[in-house]
Protein backbone atom coordinates (compact mmCIF):
# COMPACT_ATOMS: atom_id res chain seq x y z
CA UNK A 1 0.00 0.00 0.00
CA UNK A 2 3.12 1.82 0.60
CA UNK A 3 4.15 1.20 -3.07
CA UNK A 4 0.98 2.31 -4.33
CA UNK A 5 1.23 6.03 -2.12
CA UNK A 6 4.31 6.83 -3.11
CA UNK A 7 3.16 6.28 -6.87
CA UNK A 8 0.40 8.34 -6.46
CA UNK A 9 1.93 11.46 -4.00
CA UNK A 10 3.47 12.70 -6.68
CA UNK A 11 1.29 12.45 -9.28
CA UNK A 12 0.87 15.82 -10.33
CA UNK A 13 4.21 17.58 -10.19
CA UNK A 14 3.55 20.90 -10.17
CA UNK A 15 1.04 20.68 -7.45
CA UNK A 16 3.37 18.53 -4.79
CA UNK A 17 6.14 20.92 -5.73
CA UNK A 18 3.94 23.55 -4.53
CA UNK A 19 2.96 21.63 -1.25
CA UNK A 20 6.60 20.64 -0.57
CA UNK A 21 8.10 24.70 -0.58
CA UNK A 22 5.15 25.31 1.50
CA UNK A 23 6.05 23.27 3.80
CA UNK A 24 10.13 23.26 3.17
CA UNK A 25 9.15 26.77 4.50
CA UNK A 26 8.13 26.34 7.54
CA UNK A 27 10.36 23.28 8.49
CA UNK A 28 13.66 25.62 8.01
CA UNK A 29 12.10 28.15 10.10
CA UNK A 30 11.52 25.51 12.31
CA UNK A 31 15.05 23.98 12.23
CA UNK A 32 16.63 27.72 12.36
CA UNK A 33 14.09 28.50 15.50
CA UNK A 34 15.00 25.40 17.17
CA UNK A 35 18.44 24.89 16.87
CA UNK A 36 18.72 28.45 18.25
CA UNK A 37 16.62 27.48 20.94
CA UNK A 38 18.40 24.37 21.58
CA UNK A 39 21.37 25.93 21.58
CA UNK A 40 21.09 28.11 24.08
CA UNK A 41 19.56 25.98 26.29
CA UNK A 42 21.72 23.79 26.24
CA UNK A 43 24.88 26.49 27.05
CA UNK A 44 22.39 27.67 29.82
CA UNK A 45 22.61 24.14 31.23
CA UNK A 46 26.29 23.44 30.81
CA UNK A 47 27.02 26.61 32.36
CA UNK A 48 24.73 25.98 34.79
CA UNK A 49 26.47 22.31 35.74
CA UNK A 50 29.67 24.03 35.94
CA UNK A 51 28.37 26.76 38.08
CA UNK A 52 26.35 25.41 40.52
CA UNK A 53 29.06 25.40 43.24
CA UNK A 54 29.15 29.40 42.64
CA UNK A 55 28.66 32.30 45.30
CA UNK A 56 29.11 35.80 44.47
CA UNK A 57 29.14 38.57 46.69
CA UNK A 58 28.90 42.04 45.77
CA UNK A 59 28.07 45.53 47.18
CA UNK A 60 23.91 45.59 48.28
CA UNK A 61 21.62 46.91 45.35
CA UNK A 62 24.62 47.68 43.03
CA UNK A 63 25.27 46.37 39.93
CA UNK A 64 28.23 44.49 39.06
CA UNK A 65 30.58 46.61 37.66
CA UNK A 66 29.35 49.32 40.17
CA UNK A 67 29.43 47.13 43.10
CA UNK A 68 32.67 47.86 45.59
CA UNK A 69 33.29 45.73 48.26
CA UNK A 70 36.27 45.74 50.58
CA UNK A 71 38.10 42.63 50.99
CA UNK A 72 39.79 43.31 54.41
CA UNK A 73 36.21 43.51 55.89
CA UNK A 74 35.08 40.14 54.05
CA UNK A 75 37.68 38.29 56.04
CA UNK A 76 35.93 36.39 57.99
CA UNK A 77 33.61 35.19 55.09
CA UNK A 78 36.75 33.77 53.30
CA UNK A 79 37.80 31.29 55.89
CA UNK A 80 34.14 29.87 56.53
CA UNK A 81 34.30 26.13 56.42
CA UNK A 82 32.97 24.46 52.90
CA UNK A 83 34.40 27.26 50.84
CA UNK A 84 36.40 25.73 48.73
CA UNK A 85 38.28 28.35 47.20
CA UNK A 86 37.53 32.44 46.20
CA UNK A 87 38.79 35.21 44.06
CA UNK A 88 37.62 39.22 43.97
CA UNK A 89 37.47 40.94 40.99
CA UNK A 90 37.48 44.44 39.20
CA UNK A 91 35.03 44.58 36.88
CA UNK A 92 34.84 47.90 34.97
CA UNK A 93 32.82 48.42 31.51
CA UNK A 94 35.57 50.19 29.07
CA UNK A 95 34.92 51.43 25.42
CA UNK A 96 36.77 49.49 22.22
CA UNK A 97 37.19 51.37 19.05
CA UNK A 98 34.60 53.96 18.19
CA UNK A 99 32.23 52.93 20.88
CA UNK A 100 29.88 50.40 19.59
CA UNK A 101 31.31 47.48 22.09
CA UNK A 102 31.27 47.78 26.01
CA UNK A 103 33.24 44.79 26.79
CA UNK A 104 33.88 44.75 30.59
CA UNK A 105 37.56 44.47 32.18
CA UNK A 106 37.89 42.36 34.26
CA UNK A 107 40.82 42.83 36.84
CA UNK A 108 42.06 38.95 39.03
CA UNK A 109 44.44 37.31 40.66
CA UNK A 110 45.39 34.42 38.30
CA UNK A 111 45.96 32.09 40.62
CA UNK A 112 42.98 32.76 42.65
CA UNK A 113 40.81 32.66 39.09
CA UNK A 114 42.29 29.21 37.98
CA UNK A 115 41.10 27.94 41.28
CA UNK A 116 37.91 28.64 40.66
CA UNK A 117 38.15 27.50 37.66
CA UNK A 118 37.52 31.26 35.86
CA UNK A 119 38.43 31.68 32.23
CA UNK A 120 42.26 31.78 33.11
CA UNK A 121 41.91 27.90 33.71
CA UNK A 122 40.93 27.63 30.09
CA UNK A 123 43.24 28.96 27.99
CA UNK A 124 42.67 27.48 24.60
CA UNK A 125 45.69 29.30 23.00
CA UNK A 126 48.42 31.41 23.92
CA UNK A 127 48.93 32.35 27.44
CA UNK A 128 47.33 33.56 30.40
CA UNK A 129 48.88 37.62 30.89
CA UNK A 130 51.57 38.28 33.03
CA UNK A 131 52.23 41.56 33.30
CA UNK A 132 50.18 45.01 33.30
CA UNK A 133 50.01 45.61 29.67
CA UNK A 134 48.88 42.50 28.99
CA UNK A 135 45.46 40.61 28.71
CA UNK A 136 43.39 38.07 27.49
CA UNK A 137 40.36 37.44 25.49
CA UNK A 138 37.66 34.75 24.63
CA UNK A 139 38.02 33.48 21.42
CA UNK A 140 34.71 34.11 20.23
CA UNK A 141 35.41 38.15 21.08
CA UNK A 142 38.54 37.30 18.98
CA UNK A 143 36.46 36.37 16.42
CA UNK A 144 34.14 38.70 16.57
CA UNK A 145 36.42 41.68 16.57
CA UNK A 146 38.89 40.21 14.64
CA UNK A 147 41.65 40.14 16.50
CA UNK A 148 44.74 37.56 17.47
CA UNK A 149 46.75 37.39 19.89
CA UNK A 150 49.91 40.03 19.73
CA UNK A 151 47.24 42.55 18.78
CA UNK A 152 46.56 45.73 20.86
CA UNK A 153 43.48 46.77 22.66
CA UNK A 154 43.63 50.68 23.07
CA UNK A 155 41.36 51.77 26.15
CA UNK A 156 40.58 55.17 27.67
CA UNK A 157 40.51 55.48 31.41
CA UNK A 158 37.64 57.70 33.17
CA UNK A 159 40.43 60.22 33.48
CA UNK A 160 41.26 59.85 29.78
CA UNK A 161 44.27 58.37 29.87
CA UNK A 162 45.40 55.42 26.77
CA UNK A 163 45.92 52.29 28.34
CA UNK A 164 47.47 49.65 25.51
CA UNK A 165 46.86 46.24 26.48
CA UNK A 166 48.22 43.33 24.72
CA UNK A 167 46.40 40.22 23.61
CA UNK A 168 48.52 37.34 24.86
CA UNK A 169 45.56 34.85 25.34
CA UNK A 170 42.52 33.41 23.99
CA UNK A 171 39.87 31.26 26.80
CA UNK A 172 36.73 29.94 26.39
CA UNK A 173 33.77 30.00 28.47
CA UNK A 174 30.79 28.28 27.64
CA UNK A 175 28.76 31.28 29.17
CA UNK A 176 27.65 34.04 26.77
CA UNK A 177 27.63 36.56 29.56
CA UNK A 178 31.86 36.08 30.07
CA UNK A 179 32.62 35.71 26.54
CA UNK A 180 32.74 39.43 26.03
CA UNK A 181 35.04 40.22 29.02
CA UNK A 182 38.42 40.89 28.49
CA UNK A 183 41.02 40.23 32.13
CA UNK A 184 43.87 41.35 32.99
CA UNK A 185 45.63 42.47 36.29
CA UNK A 186 43.78 43.62 38.84
CA UNK A 187 46.24 47.09 39.01
CA UNK A 188 45.32 47.50 35.68
CA UNK A 189 41.80 46.95 36.12
CA UNK A 190 42.07 49.66 39.26
CA UNK A 191 42.73 52.31 36.57
CA UNK A 192 39.34 51.89 34.96
CA UNK A 193 37.67 52.53 38.73
CA UNK A 194 38.31 55.52 40.12
CA UNK A 195 38.95 55.64 44.12
CA UNK A 196 39.47 51.83 43.91
CA UNK A 197 42.42 51.29 46.73
CA UNK A 198 44.28 48.23 46.76
CA UNK A 199 41.66 46.02 49.22
CA UNK A 200 38.76 47.75 47.23
CA UNK A 201 37.03 44.96 45.25
CA UNK A 202 33.85 44.69 42.62
CA UNK A 203 32.73 41.47 43.53
CA UNK A 204 33.91 38.26 45.38
CA UNK A 205 33.39 34.95 43.68
CA UNK A 206 33.52 32.25 46.01
CA UNK A 207 33.29 28.31 45.02
CA UNK A 208 31.59 26.01 47.52
CA UNK A 209 33.30 22.39 47.78
CA UNK A 210 29.55 21.31 46.84
CA UNK A 211 27.12 22.48 45.18
CA UNK A 212 24.76 21.48 47.98
CA UNK A 213 26.24 23.66 50.56
CA UNK A 214 25.78 26.93 49.03
CA UNK A 215 23.05 27.35 50.63
CA UNK A 216 24.60 27.03 54.09
CA UNK A 217 27.20 29.23 52.59
CA UNK A 218 25.20 31.90 51.93
CA UNK A 219 23.00 31.99 55.61
CA UNK A 220 26.74 32.08 57.29
CA UNK A 221 27.64 35.31 54.91
CA UNK A 222 24.39 36.73 55.92
CA UNK A 223 24.96 36.25 59.58
CA UNK A 224 28.39 37.69 59.63
CA UNK A 225 27.05 40.77 57.13
CA UNK A 226 24.60 41.01 59.93
CA UNK A 227 26.67 40.85 63.09
CA UNK A 228 29.52 42.44 61.37
CA UNK A 229 27.03 45.61 59.47
CA UNK A 230 28.95 44.68 56.05
CA UNK A 231 26.55 46.35 53.12
CA UNK A 232 26.60 43.42 50.75
CA UNK A 233 24.17 41.05 49.47
CA UNK A 234 24.69 37.15 48.38
CA UNK A 235 23.91 35.87 44.55
CA UNK A 236 23.88 31.78 44.27
CA UNK A 237 23.97 30.66 40.67
CA UNK A 238 20.46 29.11 40.62
CA UNK A 239 18.82 32.70 41.50
CA UNK A 240 20.90 33.87 38.26
CA UNK A 241 19.87 31.20 36.73
CA UNK A 242 16.33 31.61 36.99
CA UNK A 243 16.58 34.93 35.05
CA UNK A 244 18.16 33.09 32.32
CA UNK A 245 15.52 30.49 32.25
CA UNK A 246 12.84 33.25 31.81
CA UNK A 247 15.03 34.48 29.06
CA UNK A 248 15.44 30.71 27.71
CA UNK A 249 11.71 30.22 28.17
CA UNK A 250 10.94 33.48 26.21
CA UNK A 251 12.86 32.30 23.08
CA UNK A 252 10.83 28.49 23.40
CA UNK A 253 7.52 30.58 23.41
CA UNK A 254 8.35 32.45 20.28
CA UNK A 255 9.94 28.97 18.86
CA UNK A 256 6.30 27.44 19.42
CA UNK A 257 4.62 30.60 18.14
CA UNK A 258 6.43 30.72 14.64
CA UNK A 259 6.43 26.79 14.78
CA UNK A 260 2.67 27.22 14.77
CA UNK A 261 2.48 30.04 12.18
CA UNK A 262 4.46 28.23 10.19
CA UNK A 263 2.71 25.10 11.06
CA UNK A 264 -0.71 26.30 9.75
CA UNK A 265 0.59 27.89 6.56
CA UNK A 266 2.54 24.27 5.80
CA UNK A 267 -0.54 22.31 6.47
CA UNK A 268 -2.71 24.45 4.60
CA UNK A 269 -0.26 24.12 1.46
CA UNK A 270 -0.97 19.87 2.15
CA UNK A 271 -4.46 20.03 2.74
CA UNK A 272 -4.86 22.54 -0.58
CA UNK A 273 -2.66 19.92 -2.20
CA UNK A 274 -4.31 16.75 -1.18
CA UNK A 275 -7.74 18.00 -1.45
CA UNK A 276 -7.25 18.99 -5.44
CA UNK A 277 -5.80 15.60 -5.88
CA UNK A 278 -8.77 13.73 -4.14
CA UNK A 279 -11.22 15.55 -5.96
CA UNK A 280 -9.14 14.95 -9.02
CA UNK A 281 -9.38 11.17 -7.83
CA UNK A 282 -12.58 10.70 -6.83
CA UNK A 283 -13.70 7.93 -9.68
CA UNK A 284 -10.29 5.84 -9.04
CA UNK A 285 -11.24 5.74 -4.63
CA UNK A 286 -14.85 4.92 -5.32
CA UNK A 287 -13.45 2.09 -8.35
CA UNK A 288 -10.88 0.82 -5.43
CA UNK A 289 -14.31 0.59 -2.79
CA UNK A 290 -16.22 -1.06 -5.57
CA UNK A 291 -13.54 -3.65 -5.36
CA UNK A 292 -12.79 -4.16 -1.70
CA UNK A 293 -11.52 -1.07 -0.21
CA UNK A 294 -12.33 -0.11 3.11
CA UNK A 295 -13.32 2.96 4.02
CA UNK A 296 -10.37 2.98 6.59
CA UNK A 297 -8.09 1.71 3.11
CA UNK A 298 -8.48 5.04 1.60
CA UNK A 299 -7.99 6.87 4.87
CA UNK A 300 -4.92 4.89 5.50
CA UNK A 301 -3.71 5.60 1.66
CA UNK A 302 -4.18 9.11 1.59
CA UNK A 303 -2.37 9.65 4.95
CA UNK A 304 0.48 8.14 3.70
CA UNK A 305 0.50 10.31 0.22
CA UNK A 306 0.48 13.48 2.81
CA UNK A 307 2.98 12.06 4.91
CA UNK A 308 5.59 10.96 1.86
CA UNK A 309 4.21 14.99 0.45
CA UNK A 310 5.77 16.20 3.70
CA UNK A 311 8.73 14.29 4.44
CA UNK A 312 9.98 15.06 1.19
CA UNK A 313 8.94 19.14 2.33
CA UNK A 314 10.30 18.86 5.70
CA UNK A 315 13.95 17.02 4.22
CA UNK A 316 14.14 20.27 1.63
CA UNK A 317 13.25 22.30 4.48
CA UNK A 318 15.53 21.17 6.91
CA UNK A 319 18.56 21.53 3.88
CA UNK A 320 17.59 24.77 3.69
CA UNK A 321 17.87 25.34 7.55
CA UNK A 322 20.93 23.80 7.76
CA UNK A 323 22.14 26.00 4.73
CA UNK A 324 21.02 28.93 6.80
CA UNK A 325 22.24 27.79 10.19
CA UNK A 326 25.38 27.36 8.72
CA UNK A 327 25.49 31.35 7.44
CA UNK A 328 24.53 32.50 10.33
CA UNK A 329 27.20 30.29 12.43
CA UNK A 330 29.64 31.76 10.09
CA UNK A 331 28.86 35.27 10.18
CA UNK A 332 28.36 35.42 14.16
CA UNK A 333 30.97 33.16 14.96
CA UNK A 334 28.58 31.05 17.04
CA UNK A 335 27.90 26.99 17.18
CA UNK A 336 25.06 26.33 16.09
CA UNK A 337 23.56 22.54 15.98
CA UNK A 338 21.01 21.60 14.30
CA UNK A 339 21.63 17.82 14.52
CA UNK A 340 20.99 17.99 18.40
CA UNK A 341 18.16 14.77 19.02
CA UNK A 342 15.68 18.02 20.54
CA UNK A 343 15.58 19.64 17.20
CA UNK A 344 15.62 16.25 15.46
CA UNK A 345 12.64 14.79 17.31
CA UNK A 346 10.91 18.50 17.18
CA UNK A 347 11.24 18.26 13.43
CA UNK A 348 10.04 15.17 12.68
CA UNK A 349 7.35 15.68 14.97
CA UNK A 350 6.41 18.81 13.36
CA UNK A 351 6.52 17.00 9.76
CA UNK A 352 4.33 14.22 10.80
CA UNK A 353 2.16 16.61 12.90
CA UNK A 354 1.66 18.59 9.30
CA UNK A 355 1.36 15.28 7.55
CA UNK A 356 -1.63 13.43 9.43
CA UNK A 357 -3.44 17.46 10.23
CA UNK A 358 -3.17 18.26 6.22
CA UNK A 359 -4.18 14.69 5.15
CA UNK A 360 -7.13 14.06 7.54
CA UNK A 361 -9.59 15.91 5.71
CA UNK A 362 -9.23 14.95 2.35
CA UNK A 363 -8.80 11.75 3.29
CA UNK A 364 -12.03 11.49 5.16
CA UNK A 365 -13.76 13.48 2.16
CA UNK A 366 -12.79 10.15 -0.25
CA UNK A 367 -13.46 7.50 2.01
CA UNK A 368 -17.11 8.85 1.95
CA UNK A 369 -17.04 8.40 -1.82
CA UNK A 370 -20.12 5.91 -2.82
CA UNK A 371 -18.92 3.47 -5.51
CA UNK A 372 -22.54 3.46 -6.73
CA UNK A 373 -21.97 6.84 -8.38
CA UNK A 374 -19.66 4.87 -10.60
CA UNK A 375 -21.48 2.56 -12.08
CA UNK A 376 -23.86 5.33 -12.45
CA UNK A 377 -21.37 7.03 -14.55
CA UNK A 378 -21.13 10.04 -12.16
CA UNK B 1 -18.97 -27.53 -16.88
CA UNK B 2 -21.90 -27.08 -14.77
CA UNK B 3 -23.72 -28.95 -12.37
CA UNK B 4 -26.92 -30.06 -13.06
CA UNK B 5 -29.74 -27.90 -12.12
CA UNK B 6 -30.81 -29.91 -9.15
CA UNK B 7 -27.39 -29.54 -7.25
CA UNK B 8 -26.82 -26.01 -8.09
CA UNK B 9 -26.58 -23.29 -5.42
CA UNK B 10 -28.88 -20.32 -5.28
CA UNK B 11 -25.86 -17.67 -5.40
CA UNK B 12 -27.76 -14.44 -5.22
CA UNK B 13 -31.17 -14.00 -4.40
CA UNK B 14 -33.42 -10.56 -4.13
CA UNK B 15 -36.89 -10.92 -2.57
CA UNK B 16 -39.34 -7.88 -3.48
CA UNK B 17 -36.40 -5.84 -3.87
CA UNK B 18 -37.76 -1.67 -4.59
CA UNK B 19 -35.52 1.37 -4.63
CA UNK B 20 -36.71 4.74 -4.76
CA UNK B 21 -34.70 7.88 -5.44
CA UNK B 22 -35.32 10.99 -4.57
CA UNK B 23 -34.81 13.54 -7.06
CA UNK B 24 -35.61 17.35 -5.49
CA UNK B 25 -39.48 16.81 -5.12
CA UNK B 26 -39.74 14.11 -7.32
CA UNK B 27 -39.83 10.58 -6.26
CA UNK B 28 -38.15 7.63 -8.56
CA UNK B 29 -39.16 4.58 -8.32
CA UNK B 30 -35.56 2.53 -9.98
CA UNK B 31 -36.77 -1.08 -9.17
CA UNK B 32 -40.05 -2.11 -8.52
CA UNK B 33 -40.85 -5.06 -6.31
CA UNK B 34 -38.05 -7.11 -7.82
CA UNK B 35 -37.94 -10.74 -7.51
CA UNK B 36 -35.08 -12.52 -8.56
CA UNK B 37 -32.70 -15.84 -7.93
CA UNK B 38 -29.53 -16.18 -9.85
CA UNK B 39 -27.82 -19.44 -9.09
CA UNK B 40 -24.42 -20.80 -9.23
CA UNK B 41 -22.57 -20.64 -12.64
CA UNK B 42 -25.50 -18.64 -14.40
CA UNK B 43 -24.64 -16.23 -17.37
CA UNK B 44 -27.07 -13.52 -17.30
CA UNK B 45 -27.34 -10.36 -19.86
CA UNK B 46 -30.03 -7.53 -18.41
CA UNK B 47 -30.99 -5.54 -21.37
CA UNK B 48 -33.40 -2.46 -20.90
CA UNK B 49 -34.06 1.17 -21.73
CA UNK B 50 -31.51 3.80 -19.78
CA UNK B 51 -33.64 4.44 -16.70
CA UNK B 52 -35.21 0.89 -16.53
CA UNK B 53 -33.38 0.29 -13.60
CA UNK B 54 -30.96 -2.45 -14.65
CA UNK B 55 -27.62 -0.75 -12.67
CA UNK B 56 -29.66 -0.31 -9.83
CA UNK B 57 -29.99 -4.04 -9.82
CA UNK B 58 -26.42 -4.44 -10.12
CA UNK B 59 -25.06 -2.52 -7.51
CA UNK B 60 -27.98 -3.91 -5.16
CA UNK B 61 -26.47 -7.13 -6.08
CA UNK B 62 -23.27 -6.63 -6.11
CA UNK B 63 -23.39 -5.32 -2.26
CA UNK B 64 -22.64 -1.81 -3.45
CA UNK B 65 -26.61 0.15 -2.50
CA UNK B 66 -29.20 -0.93 -0.20
CA UNK B 67 -32.86 -0.95 -1.14
CA UNK B 68 -35.59 1.05 -0.30
CA UNK B 69 -37.39 -2.33 0.61
CA UNK B 70 -37.42 -6.18 -0.15
CA UNK B 71 -34.04 -8.42 0.63
CA UNK B 72 -31.09 -9.48 -0.73
CA UNK B 73 -29.50 -12.73 0.27
CA UNK B 74 -25.26 -13.39 -1.54
CA UNK B 75 -23.96 -16.81 -1.16
CA UNK B 76 -26.89 -17.41 1.73
CA UNK B 77 -26.17 -14.66 3.75
CA UNK B 78 -28.91 -11.89 3.97
CA UNK B 79 -26.87 -8.65 3.07
CA UNK B 80 -29.92 -6.05 2.69
CA UNK B 81 -28.81 -4.34 6.10
CA UNK B 82 -25.82 -5.02 6.22
CA UNK B 83 -23.22 -1.94 7.21
CA UNK B 84 -20.60 -1.14 4.62
CA UNK B 85 -17.97 -2.49 6.75
CA UNK B 86 -18.96 -5.64 6.17
CA UNK B 87 -20.32 -5.35 2.54
CA UNK B 88 -16.71 -4.23 1.71
CA UNK B 89 -16.10 -8.35 2.93
CA UNK B 90 -18.62 -9.25 -0.03
CA UNK B 91 -17.20 -6.97 -2.56
CA UNK B 92 -14.02 -7.72 -1.70
CA UNK B 93 -14.32 -11.61 -1.82
CA UNK B 94 -17.56 -12.87 -4.19
CA UNK B 95 -17.48 -10.01 -6.67
CA UNK B 96 -15.62 -9.11 -9.41
CA UNK B 97 -16.63 -5.81 -10.89
CA UNK B 98 -15.86 -4.98 -14.12
CA UNK B 99 -16.93 -0.85 -15.55
CA UNK B 100 -17.32 0.71 -19.02
CA UNK B 101 -14.74 2.64 -18.29
CA UNK B 102 -12.55 0.51 -16.74
CA UNK B 103 -11.11 2.59 -14.34
CA UNK B 104 -7.45 1.83 -14.07
CA UNK B 105 -5.21 3.88 -12.12
CA UNK B 106 -3.17 5.75 -14.55
CA UNK B 107 0.20 5.67 -12.58
CA UNK B 108 0.35 1.87 -12.05
CA UNK B 109 1.71 -0.78 -14.56
CA UNK B 110 -0.71 -3.50 -15.42
CA UNK B 111 0.46 -5.90 -13.03
CA UNK B 112 0.00 -3.36 -9.98
CA UNK B 113 -3.68 -2.44 -11.34
CA UNK B 114 -4.59 -6.17 -11.26
CA UNK B 115 -3.17 -6.16 -7.84
CA UNK B 116 -4.79 -3.01 -6.61
CA UNK B 117 -8.40 -4.65 -4.89
CA UNK B 118 -5.69 -6.54 -2.73
CA UNK B 119 -2.78 -3.89 -1.59
CA UNK B 120 -4.31 -3.07 1.65
CA UNK B 121 -4.28 -6.87 3.27
CA UNK B 122 -0.26 -6.54 1.51
CA UNK B 123 0.38 -8.35 -1.50
CA UNK B 124 2.06 -11.68 -1.28
CA UNK B 125 4.18 -13.33 -3.72
CA UNK B 126 1.75 -15.61 -4.63
CA UNK B 127 -0.89 -12.94 -4.92
CA UNK B 128 1.85 -11.61 -7.45
CA UNK B 129 1.95 -14.85 -9.29
CA UNK B 130 -1.67 -15.03 -9.26
CA UNK B 131 -2.00 -11.51 -11.10
CA UNK B 132 0.79 -12.65 -13.67
CA UNK B 133 -1.12 -15.84 -14.22
CA UNK B 134 -4.34 -13.99 -14.88
CA UNK B 135 -2.35 -11.22 -17.01
CA UNK B 136 -0.98 -14.23 -19.38
CA UNK B 137 -4.15 -15.80 -19.52
CA UNK B 138 -5.82 -12.64 -20.60
CA UNK B 139 -3.63 -12.65 -23.41
CA UNK B 140 -1.56 -9.28 -21.47
CA UNK B 141 2.36 -11.30 -20.56
CA UNK B 142 4.10 -8.99 -22.30
CA UNK B 143 2.24 -5.59 -21.41
CA UNK B 144 2.29 -6.10 -17.52
CA UNK B 145 4.55 -3.66 -16.94
CA UNK B 146 2.83 -0.83 -19.05
CA UNK B 147 0.58 1.75 -17.58
CA UNK B 148 -2.81 2.25 -19.31
CA UNK B 149 -1.76 4.81 -20.66
CA UNK B 150 0.54 2.41 -22.76
CA UNK B 151 -2.29 0.00 -23.83
CA UNK B 152 -4.80 -0.03 -26.33
CA UNK B 153 -8.68 0.34 -25.04
CA UNK B 154 -9.14 -3.73 -25.49
CA UNK B 155 -5.99 -3.99 -23.06
CA UNK B 156 -7.41 -2.07 -20.82
CA UNK B 157 -10.44 -3.88 -20.16
CA UNK B 158 -8.93 -6.99 -20.07
CA UNK B 159 -6.64 -5.70 -17.29
CA UNK B 160 -9.86 -4.29 -15.41
CA UNK B 161 -11.11 -7.94 -15.99
CA UNK B 162 -8.02 -9.47 -14.26
CA UNK B 163 -8.32 -7.30 -11.33
CA UNK B 164 -11.81 -8.68 -10.92
CA UNK B 165 -10.63 -12.02 -10.73
CA UNK B 166 -7.30 -11.37 -8.80
CA UNK B 167 -8.95 -12.56 -5.77
CA UNK B 168 -11.13 -15.29 -7.07
CA UNK B 169 -14.56 -14.37 -6.60
CA UNK B 170 -17.39 -16.55 -7.60
CA UNK B 171 -19.37 -13.65 -9.27
CA UNK B 172 -18.49 -11.13 -11.95
CA UNK B 173 -20.79 -8.39 -12.69
CA UNK B 174 -20.53 -5.93 -15.41
CA UNK B 175 -21.86 -3.25 -16.38
CA UNK B 176 -21.85 -2.13 -20.23
CA UNK B 177 -18.25 -3.46 -20.42
CA UNK B 178 -17.98 -3.11 -24.41
CA UNK B 179 -19.22 0.58 -24.09
CA UNK B 180 -16.00 2.18 -24.47
CA UNK B 181 -14.47 -0.32 -26.99
CA UNK B 182 -15.18 -0.93 -30.85
CA UNK B 183 -17.25 -4.24 -32.22
CA UNK B 184 -14.29 -6.70 -32.84
CA UNK B 185 -12.49 -5.79 -29.33
CA UNK B 186 -15.63 -5.88 -27.87
CA UNK B 187 -16.32 -9.41 -29.32
CA UNK B 188 -13.20 -10.18 -28.20
CA UNK B 189 -14.21 -9.25 -24.49
CA UNK B 190 -17.29 -10.85 -24.74
CA UNK B 191 -15.00 -14.39 -25.99
CA UNK B 192 -13.30 -14.02 -22.54
CA UNK B 193 -16.49 -13.34 -20.19
CA UNK B 194 -18.07 -16.49 -22.29
CA UNK B 195 -14.71 -18.71 -20.88
CA UNK B 196 -15.09 -17.68 -17.14
CA UNK B 197 -18.60 -18.59 -17.56
CA UNK B 198 -17.66 -21.90 -19.06
CA UNK B 199 -14.34 -22.90 -18.29
CA UNK B 200 -13.87 -21.33 -14.34
CA UNK B 201 -17.62 -22.11 -13.70
CA UNK B 202 -18.01 -17.90 -12.98
CA UNK B 203 -21.21 -16.90 -12.24
CA UNK B 204 -21.69 -13.48 -14.51
CA UNK B 205 -24.29 -10.80 -14.31
CA UNK B 206 -23.81 -8.54 -17.79
CA UNK B 207 -25.59 -4.91 -18.10
CA UNK B 208 -25.33 -3.76 -21.72
CA UNK B 209 -27.42 -1.74 -24.46
CA UNK B 210 -26.04 -4.46 -27.00
CA UNK B 211 -27.52 -6.65 -28.31
CA UNK B 212 -24.73 -8.79 -29.91
CA UNK B 213 -23.51 -8.58 -26.04
CA UNK B 214 -26.55 -9.68 -24.55
CA UNK B 215 -27.05 -12.41 -27.17
CA UNK B 216 -23.72 -13.88 -25.42
CA UNK B 217 -25.75 -14.94 -22.27
CA UNK B 218 -27.70 -17.88 -21.64
CA UNK B 219 -29.98 -16.32 -19.92
CA UNK B 220 -31.68 -13.00 -20.78
CA UNK B 221 -33.54 -10.75 -18.90
CA UNK B 222 -34.88 -7.22 -19.75
CA UNK B 223 -36.25 -5.17 -17.45
CA UNK B 224 -38.66 -1.46 -17.87
CA UNK B 225 -39.40 1.10 -15.51
CA UNK B 226 -37.54 -1.24 -12.82
CA UNK B 227 -39.62 -4.28 -13.61
CA UNK B 228 -37.93 -7.73 -14.75
CA UNK B 229 -40.36 -9.04 -17.58
CA UNK B 230 -41.76 -11.89 -16.95
CA UNK B 231 -41.72 -14.63 -19.29
CA UNK B 232 -37.88 -14.29 -19.24
CA UNK B 233 -36.25 -17.28 -18.76
CA UNK B 234 -34.89 -18.75 -15.57
CA UNK B 235 -37.03 -16.10 -13.90
CA UNK B 236 -37.83 -17.11 -10.49
CA UNK B 237 -40.97 -15.12 -9.24
CA UNK B 238 -41.58 -15.12 -5.60
Redesign the interface.
Known amino acids: MLRYAFKNAFRRKNIAALSIIGIAIGVSLMTAMASLSATITDQTNKFAQQNLDSITVQQKGQLIFTSQINLTQLYNITVLEHIEAYSAQVVAVVQLGIGFVNPQLVGLNVNNDTSIGGPTSNIIEGRVFQYENECIISRMGAEFLNLKIGDNLSLYTPDSKLVNLTITGLYETSSIITQMNIYTTLTTARLFKLGFANDTYSVLLIKADDPANVNQIRSEIENISEEEGLNIEVILFEDQIQTITQYTGTINILVISISLIAGVAGGMSIVVAMLMSVIERLKEYATLKATGWQNTDVIKDILYESLIVTAVGGAVGFGIGLLYLGAVSAFFNIILNPLQPIVITQIILFVIGMGLAGGIYPAYKASKVSPVEILRGA | MHNSDSERKVEIKCENVSKVYKLGSNIVKALDNVNLTIMRGDYISIMGPSGSGK?TL??II?A??HPTSGRVFLDGYDITDLP??KL?FF???KI??V???F?L????TAL?NVL?????R?VKPEDRTRALMLLEMLGLKNRVNHKPGELSGGERQRVAIA??LI?DPPIILG?ELTGELDSKTGQEIMDIIDRLNSEFGKTIVIVTHDTKVAERAKIKLKMRDGRINKGDVFLKEG
Not at chain 2, 105 to 108: M, S, V
Open positions: TLNGLDERTRRNGFFQAYIPTLDTPIMPGRASD
